[in-house]
């Protein structure tokens, strides 16, 4: 929508409403209904869950945000501590609503900008959604890799851009093969 059009659409939504109550009717509000299973599409709803368990996991205040000192102890735990310039500097990258702290949606959109590739790997969002994105205990080395090769084919048939999500990719994939190998020499030193 241009932004002509779109000031268009708030005026005539504006102008409805005082139409409406001046003729003594009821104005229902429109919602912004905030549904993630709906805004991340590209996600699955086991995803989704898994995703809210690890989130759950680092809330642990359980106020449904991390904040800046929940953050820093992920980072910690995953082995990847950040400065608190870092850390700041991690929230403001997803921090929509400017609160200072990361909801689960904003959480959400870090593996989003993962996959989409906007991530440089070793960068503290990078590094939170490589160490988290699967847990390597659970799966075995070999496990791991098949899960993110299966990603991969699945993300390739439902891009459009295919070349470009290759690619990016592909470099994800390094991402991970170096994340892979480093939290297998941590385990077994
Ligand atoms: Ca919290
Ligand atoms: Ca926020």
Redesign the pocket.
Known sequence: MSAESELFSVLNRRQQINDALENGEEVKHTYRVVNVYTEFHEFSRKEIKEYQATFSK??????????L??LKIMMEKLGAPQTHLGLKGMIAEVDEDKDG?ISFREFLLIYRKARAGELECDSGLGQLARLTEINVDEVGVNGAKNFFEAKIEQQLRTNKFHDEIRQEQEEKRQCDREGIKEKWKRKKP
């Open positions: 680092y809330d642990v205040g359980n106020d449904g945000y991390l904040d000192a929940e702290k």
